[in-house]
C-alpha cells in the first residue's frame, strides 16, 4: 500500500514536519522530498500500530529517553520511529520493500 497523506501547511508549526495521521503538517509549502519521506514513514509506523498505540508509545519512549539523556533533542532523536525514517529518509524506495513494524530493531 502506497502512503501520500494529506499535506497541510502550518506556519506557525514550531518543527519542519510532522505525521498527524493521515496529514503531513509542513512549515512551508515546497517541502524537500526527504522530509515527505520521513514523515511517510511515521504514517505506515502509525498504521501498523494504530493511532492511540503509536502516540502512547511515542510519549512514553520520548519520556524514558529524557530521564536517560536529560536532553529534549537527544531524547527525541533516540525514540525508535525517528531512529527508523532518519535512517531511511534519503532512500525514497524505502517504503515499497519496508517490513513490518521495522522500526522494532531500533529499540
Given at each position: 500500500m502506497r502512503i501520500k497523506g494529506f499535506l497541510l501547511t502550518v506556519?506557525?508549526?514550531?518543527?519542519d514536519g510532522m505525521a498527524l495521521f493521515p496529514f503531513i503538517l509542513l512549515k512551508?509549502?515546497?517541502p524537500s522530498r526527504y522530509l515527505l519521506n520521513h514523515e511517510r514513514?511515521?504514517?505506515k509506523?502509525?498504521?501498523?500500530?494504530?493511532?492511540?498505540?503509536?502516540?502512547v508509545w511515542y510519549l512514553v519512549e520520548y519520556l524514558?529517553?529524557?530521564?536517560?539523556?536529560?536532553?529534549?533533542?537527544?531524547?527525541y532523536l533516540h525514540?525508535?520511529?525517528e531512529k527508523e525514517a532518519y535512517a531511511h529518509e534519503r532512500d525514497l524506495g524505502y517504503?515499497?520493500?519496508?517490513?513490518?513494524w521495522a522500526w522494532w530493531k531500533y529499540l
Open positions: 506556519p506557525s508549526l514550531r518543527v512551508r509549502k515546497g514513514i511515521h504514517l509506523q502509525q498504521l501498523e500500530l494504530g493511532l492511540v498505540i503509536f502516540y524514558i529517553r529524557f530521564v536517560q539523556f536529560r536532553n529534549h533533542y537527544l531524547a525514540i525508535s520511529f517504503l515499497r520493500r519496508r517490513r513490518f
